[in-house]
């Protein structure tokens, strides 16, 4: 089934559905801890799961004479394979990631060839992030800047329209997509309203829902949401949720995703600086009382980010989706 089905269905019976995203394993690793982590959070019956995409990045080997040597390497290959894995012996529907970075067009169109054969259905379509040793982001040769242009890509995909051919394919693929959104701004954004501009333009090109990054503060999801739709954003923005577990997260979430942690919940951190569990325990309540008012705002679906660690977000699913 597409997520926005999916989405539609939940919205019309007023029932939020729980999703979430993994990460593939490292490289050299199996997929069994995959299965292991989906096993624990098969209770809360999932709509959908995510798998997210990582680039390459630059890695350092040390030759026997001391020298270096370079190359790019991606920490965490398998998006499509653990997706149509997953479909096959859960039957529940995933969502690849598919980023710009370190692409070209026609590589992208390969990795979209084989999601579709491998019957996947439903794509979230990024930008991915610069490089480590890069000031700003720069696409790769033949490569998007934007994710809109590799929206356009799909859509033109599912109209039989290939990159890399002048002449129209007789296949039509069925992609359904979803796009990131910012209820903080994006870091790179000249404006939060220039940032719902270019969202506006994912949309335009395609996109069929928007899956937000994280935030601990409801009222920014609330603001977001009502500025997208002054915007002419029509489409569901489903939230993004990570309940805060270690204190080491109160300066490294704010970091690695541009969100503001609430003086409430990061004084209340601060006060139990020595113990984890107590930690644990406040970040725990605070997503739950989040995630209470988003399903009494009859968001269709929450999107928990356990980052590999389905402890994590366990506690809360269990209050809002078991039975
Ligand atoms: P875009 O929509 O292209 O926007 C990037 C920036 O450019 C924004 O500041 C935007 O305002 C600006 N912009 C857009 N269009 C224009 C234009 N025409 N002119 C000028 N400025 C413009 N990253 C990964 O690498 N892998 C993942 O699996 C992954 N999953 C994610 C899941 C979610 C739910 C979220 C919220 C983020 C995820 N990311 C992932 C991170 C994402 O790749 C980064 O945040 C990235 O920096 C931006 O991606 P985007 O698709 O939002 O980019």
Redesign the pocket.
Known sequence: MKVPQIIAVAAAAGKTRFAF?ILPPLKGDGIEPIFRSIDELLEFDPAYI??????ETLKQNVRSDGSAEYHLERRRPG?VGIAAAIERKYGIPTVP?L???GESKYSLEDQLIDMDFLGLENL???????LPTEVS?RPAADG??????LVRQVMAMNHGTLTSHDTTATHKTAFAVG????PE??????SAD??I???K??VDAGAEYI????FYDNGRFFSFVEKCRKAGIGVPIIP?IKPLTTFRQLTLLPRT?GCNIPRELEEKVRAHTDDPEAVRRIGTEWCLTQCLELVAAKVPVL?F?PNGHPADISPVAKVLFKD
Not at 185 to 190: R, Y
Not at 211 to 214: E, F, R, S
């Open positions: 995203e995510n798998i997210t995409c990582h680039r998006t990631h980023i710009c970075a979230l379509v990024l930008r991915g992030d610069k982001f998007y800047m934007y994710a809109a242009d796009v990131a959104g910012y701004t994006h870091a790179e954004a000249t220039d940032d501009t270019h969202l333009e994912k899956i937000t990054q994280l993004g995703f999107h980010f």
